[in-house]
């Protein structure tokens, strides 16, 4: 008779594990449109900031709602933050399931995100010493344009800028050798080539962050991503600044990593999630919303205060207001999954599907054009409200998409994956290419 003897412990070691299950349905084409809505809520935020900037108002006009309005533009980052959230947890899911998943995983990250960013910021450089050079007396430099001669950049500002940690690397330097501890004297962040890079510091940390996870728990990364996200709200309540001193402060440690991890989550609910738990989440999301918003309408007056402590209440109203947004945001995602081809075929979304193509190339490219065209349309006697909203905003636009689109075509698509232009789970958002 003949007997099979049961396999020994090394057998057992080296069973394959079992199979990830499959998301069920990692496409959302729509994000296209969203992260264009975003882009051009960017642009339109700095195409008016001249005309904010510069007139006063009594608050009981029609302008100023408007400009209650144009003043919460720049929340399109964080609708970007929540969009990157969930096209980041779709990239990682993919990365797990092949060989060397992180070194694919960062090699295609760093190749997204630098190149691009580097091309244009050594072009603005040269744009930036030629002005210093022909207009050294101009009004722009130091004005609040944020444009800076490169003769008062340091060695660590160009390290920093050109490896996305300038809002968090020179404070760090400053931080551990003992040097300006106190809200208010460590500048906000190093001297930057564009204002609007600030977020892509952000973006490079969300990526390390979950490279860092998918390294470790390859198989568990959600819950390891849930994990984070609960250590990080709970460090933003117990915190008594809220995240906003540094060492938290520009770092991922601060709200935004929750921003980004509201995308993530749903990324997880839409794939892996029965229909009665997104739903279940969709409104936990639209009740954190209501809920910062009530905390921050209860927010103390800082009328009187010391500067550093009128500094952390200020922040602290804007995390809010930013959580507020990003929560509606990601609820209104998973509720609108379900319409998520029938609103990608209407005629009125694919204005928006182009722009979210090349947005990151009209992320980075609007801010000088939005600048100097508003400057100019100032100096030029346009101070009224419909002359900012009926030339100088639209021209600024129509520089903005021209040349970003100028931009995507000779630089960012050829740093673009060839063979995924058809990838199905959207656009990315900022750092990501437009079909990953």
């Known amino acids: ?22 998301p069920a349905a990692p496409a959302y084409v729509t994000l296209d449109a969203w992260r264009g809505i975003a882009a051009l809520m960017v642009v339109v935020y700095h195409a008016s900031a001249t005309y904010r900037g510069q007139v006063a108002h009594d608050g009981r006009s029609f302008a100023d709602l408007a400009v209650t309005l144009l003043d919460q533009l720049w929340l399109g980052v964080q609708i970007f933050f929540v969009i990157s959230g969930y096209c980041i947890a779709a990239t990682a899911d993919s990365a797990r399931r092949k060989p060397a998943p992180v070194t694919t995983f960062a090699t295609r990250r760093v190749m997204r995100i630098y ?23 101009a009004e722009f430099w130091g004005r609040k344009s944020r444009f800076v001669r490169l003769s008062d950049f340091g060695w660590l500002d160009w390290f920093s800028n050109l490896t996305l940690t300038h809002t968090w690397l020179p404070k760090a330097v400053n931080y551990f ?34 490279g860092l996870l998918l390294a470790l728990f390859p198989r568990r990364f959600f819950s390891a991503a849930a994990g984070l ?9 117990l915190d008594p600044s809220h995240g906003a001193r540094f060492p938290p402060r520009a770092t991922f440690l601060d709200v935004r990593w929750l921003e980004f991890a509201m995308g993530i989550g749903v990324y997880w609910f839409l794939n892996y999630a029965s229909v009665r738990a997104q739903g279940t989440y969709a409104l936990s999301l639209f009740a954190a919303s209501i809920m910062c918003w009530l905390i921050r309408a209860q927010s103390p007056s800082y009328e009187g205060l010391p500067p ?57 490219v609007h801010w000088p054009f939005c600048k100097l065209i508003s400057a100019l349309a100032w100096s030029l006697g346009l101070h009224s409200l419909p ?43 900022l750092v990501e290419p437009a079909r990953s």
């Open 177 to 210: 050798s003992g040097i300006a501890l106190d809200v208010g004297e460590t500048p906000e962040r190093a001297h930057t080539l564009t204002e609007v890079s600030w977020t892509l510091c952000y973006e490079v940390q969300f990526y390390l962050a979950c």
């Open 229 to 237: 996200t609960a250590a990080v709200a709970l460090l933003f309540v």
């Open 1 to 22: 008779m003949t007997t099979v003897s049961p396999p020994d412990a090394t057998d057992r070691a080296v069973a394959p594990a079992r199979p990830l299950p499959r």
């Open 115 to 137: 190149p691009t960013f580097i091309v244009w910021a050594l072009l603005m450089a040269t744009a930036i010493a030629a002005a210093q050079h022909f207009a050294p007396d």
């Open 308 to 364: 550093a402590q009128r500094f952390l209440i200020e922040q602290t109203d804007k995390y809010l207001l930013e959580l507020t947004c990003c929560a509606a945001f990601a609820g209104v995602l998973v509720l609108l999954k379900s319409r998520d081809k029938a609103l990608s075929a209407e005629r009125w979304c694919m204005p928006l599907v182009w722009c979210g193509v090349f947005s990151y190339s009209l992320y980075l």
């Open 387 to 429: 002359a900012t909203l009926g030339i100088t905003v639209p021209v600024c636009t129509i520089a903005s998409l021209v040349s970003a689109w100028i931009y995507f075509r000779l630089v960012e698509r050829r740093f673009i994956n060839t063979h995924s232009q058809r990838h199905t789970v959207g656009a990315m958002p």
